[in-house]
């Protein structure tokens, strides 16, 4: 019973091997000539001055996270606008359903104030 998970194991290993190999290699050949200049952190090419830590409103957050949870369902509708000709009744109502959680959660938004950009 065990050796036939001797394949998997041995999958394993390799796959590991190769996730360790990659940046064990790329340490070892990189080149190691660090200064204050390289070390220095990075702002565009000017030092910041003043106070950096610049606090923003949760609501744009808010507002990406919408954008890119609907721009995903979006890609969900694709494959089947896709296949609608060879798909039957079952698709076409189980897609109205996709589609009418999506509108509840537009919804539900908009109520809350979420898409309301200030």
Same mark, same amino acid.
């Given at each position: 019973?065990?050796?036939?998970? +001797?394949?998997?194991?041995?999958?394993?290993?390799?796959?590991?091997?190769?996730?360790?190999?990659?940046?064990?290699?790329?340490?070892?050949?990189?080149?190691? /000539?660090?200064?204050?200049? /390289?070390?220095?952190?990075?702002?565009? *090419?000017?030092?910041?001055f003043g106070e950096t830590w610049?606090?923003? /409103?949760?609501?744009?957050?808010?507002? +990406?996270?919408?954008?890119?949870?609907?721009?995903?369902?979006?890609?969900?509708?694709?494959?089947?606008?896709?296949?609608?000709?060879?798909? *039957?009744?079952?698709?076409?109502?189980?897609?109205?359903?996709?589609?009418?959680?999506?509108?509840?959660?537009?919804?539900?938004?908009?109520? /809350? *104030?979420?898409?309301?950009?200030?």
């Amino acid at each position: 019973m065990l050796h036939s998970y +001797a394949f998997i194991a041995i999958f394993a290993i390799i796959a590991f091997g190769f996730a360790v190999a990659g940046p064990a290699f790329a340490w070892l050949v990189r080149p190691k /000539k660090p200064n204050a200049i /390289k070390n220095d952190t990075y702002e565009c *090419g000017i030092k910041t001055f003043g106070e950096t830590w610049v606090q923003f /409103k949760a609501q744009y957050y808010l507002f +990406a996270l919408i954008f890119v949870v609907f721009d995903v369902e979006a890609a969900f509708l694709f494959p089947w606008a896709v296949a609608y000709g060879q798909l *039957g009744l079952y698709a076409l109502i189980e897609a109205a359903l996709f589609i009418l959680i999506l509108v509840g959660g537009l919804l539900y938004a908009w109520l /809350k *104030g979420a898409l309301e950009w200030q």
